[in-house]
């Protein structure tokens, strides 16, 4: 998990049609999964998935998972930030949730009202497409949701990546 932080550094690298950006915290992870955490395609900008998580053993309360989410949220925000785009220009979230950890202590009716809560803290109406899908499991282990993003921020002419 990384750790709260207000601002994260990045390291960009040209890729064909725009660029790849990749937090520092986060480089250790994409040399050994070889991902791109943010990807700018033209006018698209695609984050690959990020994990909320309880890294102990003993199940995380509504405010814990509240604050984890705020983790996921905020890193979104950098992330696209780094790419040259806004939360207001996502277009979809997909949301991978793994329902009934023990590393979570609330049903899946208070987990998805806390996912709501705190993505409305972020992503104010008119509201992305969604798609929320349970799953088994998720990487690393205590994952409890991923949230995948993708958005449309138009490059202005002229704007250097």
Known sequence: MIENQSAY???????????VAVPAVLEDDVAQFHYAPAR???????LSGIVACNDHSTP??????????RR????IDQLLGACQA??????ELQMF??????RLALGKAD???AIAAVRDEFLPAPYPACVELAVADLNPDGGLVEIKTTAFAPISPGATL
């Open 111 to 113: 987990q998805l009202a």
């Open 86 to 91: 806004r939360m207001d220009q996502i277009v």
């Open 60 to 69: 995380m309360d509504a405010e814990g998972f509240k604050g984890e989410l």
């Open 40 to 46: 700018r395609a033209g006018d698209f900008v695609f």
């Open 9 to 19: 550094s990045f390291h960009d690298y040209a890729a064909p049609g725009g660029k």
């Open 97 to 102: 949730h793994v329902f009934g950890s023990d």
């Open 72 to 75: 996921v949220f905020t890193l």
